[in-house]
């Protein structure tokens, strides 16, 4: 078994789901006592948020590279970046290391094709929606990518920084949440990426009228792949 390196503590609830879901995948495919070979590089997500709302991007790219080395030194045979918005620098973390990071947008992007749609809703923090560096991966991948409005984008995010990642689930949130997919599934979206690692944990495939592609766990299981690959 192959060693699994991740990038966590962005936050550590959803950095906990890749524990859990990666060691259970294990288990299923190997059985018995098995579970993952893993390592896990863990930020104070209070500094990480910080360097994202003040725009000090060049910092947080340093700050995963040298995670990322960390990993490396340490034994991981690839790079898990437990995080959508922290793939903005997957670019240079990849170029950082001799290991393969496994990104988060190609593990959906094949699920999303193996279900047959093409056109496809994105929700996640204001970073992954607005900017370029998760769409474009996934257009690269032939998908068409669509955003909720401003106001809807605006909550959405405030959710998942003032809630998910403190852990609280509140079911108007989870309402909210549903408003903004039933719109987008108005708007001929016919499925919708879950693309913050934190909101897997308020919203499940029966809140949505169409599919969910929940990151984190098809993230964790392409980890899994990775490890028992030959």
Same mark, same amino acid.
């Given at each position: 078994?192959?060693?699994?390196?991740?990038?966590?503590?962005?936050?550590?609830?959803?950095?906990?789901?890749?524990?859990?879901?990666?060691?259970?995948?294990?288990?299923?495919?190997?059985?018995?006592?098995?579970?993952?070979?893993?390592?896990?590089?863990?930020?104070?997500?209070?500094?990480?948020?910080?360097?994202?709302?003040?725009?000090?991007?060049?910092?947080?790219?340093?700050?995963?590279?040298?995670?990322?080395?960390?990993?490396?030194?340490?034994?991981?045979?690839?790079?898990?970046?437990?995080?959508?918005?922290?793939?903005?620098?997957?670019?240079?973390?990849?170029?950082?290391?001799?290991?393969?990071?496994?990104?988060?947008?190609?593990?959906?992007?094949?699920?999303?094709?193996?279900?047959?749609?093409?056109?496809?809703?994105?929700?996640?923090?204001?970073?992954?929606?607005?900017?370029?560096?998760?769409?474009?991966?996934?257009?690269?991948?032939?998908?068409?990518?669509?955003?909720?409005?401003?106001?809807?984008?605006?909550?959405?995010?405030?959710?998942?920084?003032?809630?998910?990642?403190?852990?609280?689930?509140?079911?108007?949130?989870?309402?909210?949440?549903?408003?903004?997919?039933?719109?987008?599934?108005?708007?001929?979206?016919?499925?919708?990426?879950?693309?913050?690692?934190?909101?897997?944990?308020?919203?499940?495939?029966? *809140?949505?009228?169409?599919?969910?592609?929940?990151?984190?766990?098809?993230?964790?299981?392409?980890?899994? *792949?990775?490890?028992?690959?030959?």
């Amino acid at each position: 078994m192959k060693t699994i390196g991740l990038i966590g503590g962005l936050s550590w609830e959803s950095s906990a789901e890749y524990y859990r879901l990666i060691n259970e995948g294990v288990k299923a495919r190997l059985g018995g006592l098995h579970s993952a070979d893993c390592l896990m590089y863990s930020f104070d997500f209070a500094e990480i948020e910080h360097l994202q709302t003040t725009d000090a991007w060049d910092e947080a790219t340093a700050r995963m590279v040298e995670a990322a080395r960390h990993l490396e030194r340490g034994g991981a045979a690839c790079i898990v970046i437990c995080s959508n918005t922290m793939h903005r620098m997957a670019d240079d973390v990849q170029a950082a290391v001799d290991l393969p990071l496994i990104h988060i947008a190609d593990s959906t992007a094949q699920a999303i094709h193996s279900a047959g749609l093409n056109t496809i809703g994105l929700l996640g923090t204001i970073y992954t929606m607005e900017q370029d560096f998760y769409k474009s991966r996934l257009v690269k991948h032939g998908l068409n990518v669509s955003i909720p409005d401003q106001e809807q984008r605006q909550s959405v995010n405030r959710i998942i920084y003032d809630e998910l990642v403190l852990g609280v689930i509140k079911p108007e949130s989870r309402t909210i949440y549903q408003s903004v997919i039933g719109d987008m599934a108005a708007d001929s979206v016919q499925g919708v990426i879950l693309g913050c690692t934190e909101i897997g944990l308020l919203i499940k495939p029966e *809140d949505s009228a169409i599919p969910t592609f929940d990151t984190t766990a098809l993230h964790a299981a392409a980890a899994v *792949d990775f490890a028992l690959s030959e």
